[in-house]
């Protein structure tokens, strides 16, 4: 199928009264939002309405406002009627890709984000307790597989490779401490810059095992479905094709990097695919798709002028 990638952003994305415009002018949408509001026991309206950006920063409100933002942006370009070829979501975006893809249902997508990002925040807590102050810094300038060396050779048990962004984009999580202390070297190997992220725990790895481990007795009693659309996931980069698949992929990805790049590699080997579409706030995602080189035309599509536009350009 000829079409194009519905990308969902993840954790880092999210801006002030982002979706109310896809509130006001979709029923659907509101009716999305009444339903996160109850699961979640969250006025989600007032929260996107009123929250400010520090509020926005917050593990436990980062998660739910941009999962419904996603997932209210999906919804929206549903009715647009436009070819989609797969879907990928980034870190948490990947739970609104399962949605968009039919492999879970929207009351147990808000189940599963309140349940995730009340994990997360509590094993961020106690690893700060335990290992003092922690942090994920960009690293430009070298891929995933220098530094997933250069940690190794350090002997590292603090710092790890949490998200694989691009050929020249790692992201690193750790203690801040450790993560200083190995700058030079990484600097020394290549990267051109260090670059502190506003991300408030180490995701992504092996300091979410613990919340990994709950997470996963959580979601025993969670129905997931095959997915009716291409689905392609952040542990493997691959796509996966049924549910159990589905599950296990969102277990893992709590304490597995992020292996970004493989995505966007798998996608082009195996669709025909005519642009990119970033399905939630901001332009990260379109940033790493161009930053890869696939020579892909990159949209937004998180807000209803947004579509607006995307729909004159292809009609």
């Known amino acids: 199928m000829v079409g194009y990638v519905a990308c969902y952003p993840g954790q880092g994305a999210q801006k002030e009264q982002m979706a109310l415009d896809l509130y006001a002018r979709h029923p659907r949408v509101r ?153 030079e070297r990484i600097k020394a190997a290549g990267a051109r810059k260090i670059v502190p992220l506003r991300v408030s725990g180490p995701f992504h790895t092996p300091f979410m095992i613990p919340a990994e481990n709950e997470f996963g007795s959580f979601l025993q009693d969670i129905p997931f479905s095959d997915p009716v659309a291409p689905l392609y996931v952040n542990v493997s980069g691959d796509r996966v094709m049924t549910a159990a698949a589905v599950k296990s992929s969102c277990i893992s990805q709590l304490s597995s990097p992020v292996r970004w790049t493989r995505i966007m590699q798998s996608i082009v080997d195996a669709h025909e695919v005519s642009g990119v579409l970033e399905v939630g706030p901001g332009t990260v995602l379109s940033g790493l798709w161009q930053a890869g080189g696939y020579g892909l035309s990159c949209h937004k599509a998180g807000t209803c002028e947004d579509m607006d536009t995307l729909t004159e350009e292809t009609t």
């Open 31 to 183: 009716e999305l939002f009444t339903l996160a509001s109850d699961i979640s026991g969250t006025d989600v309206l007032r929260l996107l309405t009123e929250a400010d950006g520090p509020t926005l920063q917050k593990t436990e409100v980062a998660q739910l406002a941009i999962t419904v933002a996603n997932r209210s942006a999906s919804m929206a370009l549903a009715e647009r009627s436009l070819p989609i070829a797969c879907h990928a979501g980034f870190s948490l975006g990947e739970l609104t890709a399962y949605a968009a893809a039919g492999a879970l249902d929207d009351e147990n997508l808000f189940r599963i984000v309140a349940k995730r990002a009340s994990l997360m925040a509590q094993a961020s807590k106690d690893a700060l307790r335990i290992h003092g102050e922690l942090g994920m810094s960009a690293v430009l300038g070298i891929g995933f597989d220098v530094v997933s060396r250069i940690l190794q050779d350090a002997g590292s048990t603090q710092v790890f490779c949490a998200n694989d962004n691009g050929p020249k984009q790692v992201v690193i999580a750790g203690t801040l401490a450790h993560i200083e202390q190995l700058s």
